[in-house]
T-cell receptor, first 114, second 113 residues
Framework: NAGVTQTPKFQVLKTGQSMTLQCAQDMNHEYMSWYRQDPGMGLRLIHYSVGAGITDQGEVPNGYNVSRSTTEDFPLRLLSAAPSQTSVYFC?????????????FGQGTRLTVV | KQEVTQIPAALSVPEGENLVLNCSFTDSAIYNLQWFRQDPGKGLTSLLLIQSSQREQTSGRLNASLDKSSGRSTLYIAASQPGDSATYLCAVPNAGNNRKLIWGLGTSLAVNP
């Protein structure tokens, strides 16, 4: 059972570089989201998607782009990396049934921007 | 606006103790509450999900309770073991969009042999 798979696990970028964090889920969940986790600030929602072709902004979307061309994949793109984007990034997927929902998370990507 | 608070921020106990982690939320209109475990440098593992209509959920040595009226949930860990050392996070869905989660900052637990 793969669940939610994120790649890479670790990444070091130079300021100004761009990259894509990959996220894939095999549970056929409609909803996927990206969070960043920073010490003392908890998890904050970056972007989310309620289905293929539909994305929306979370709390901290600036500097990030997403797309959702398939149900399975939800990549997060850093357009021009900044040191403030040093963080641990988590992708999640969830189902919704009769108003209820449960979230499943990937193992995270630890990103350092120098 | 929903806010989630976890107390204590850190806890250190000797092996074998029973312990309680607390999670409080300001808006009682929640669909459910989820407890997660996070090991250092690792991802988030879902431990227990309590539906809004439930009072508690159990999984092995873990028991989570929910009191919506008082805005509180507790995670009870029985007979703690060093392998329980991790950060425990609770989260509730946002009232306006039930698939957006609102998170506490977590309780960092150390169980000493």
């Amino acid at each position: 059972n793969a669940g939610v798979t994120q790649t890479p696990k670790f990444q070091v970028l130079k300021t100004g570089q761009s990259m894509t964090l990959q996220c894939a889920q095999d549970m056929n969940h409609e909803y996927m989201s990206w969070y960043r986790q920073d010490p003392g600030m908890g998890l904050r929602l970056i972007h989310y998607s309620v289905g293929a072709g539909i994305t929306d902004q979370g709390e901290v979307p600036n500097g990030y782009n997403v797309s959702r061309s398939t149900t399975e994949d939800f990549p997060l793109r850093l357009l021009s990396a900044a040191p403030s984007q040093t963080s641990v990034y988590f992708c999640a997927s969830s189902y919704s049934y009769k108003g209820d929902t449960e979230a499943f998370f990937g193992q995270g990507t630890r990103l350092t921007v120098v | 606006k929903q806010e989630v608070t976890q107390i204590p921020a850190a806890l250190s106990v000797p092996e074998g103790e029973n312990l309680v982690l607390n999670c409080s939320f300001t808006d009682s209109a929640i669909y459910n509450l989820q407890w997660f475990r996070q090991d250092p440098g690792k991802g988030l593992t879902s431990l227990l999900l309590i539906q809004s209509s439930q009072r508690e959920q159990t999984s092995g040595r873990l028991n989570a309770s929910l009191d919506k009226s008082s805005g509180r949930s507790t995670l009870y860990i029985a007979a703690s073991q060093p392998g329980d050392s991790a950060t425990y996070l609770c989260a509730v869905p946002n009232a306006g969009n039930n698939r957006k989660l609102i998170w506490g900052l977590g309780t960092s637990l150390a169980v000493n042999p």
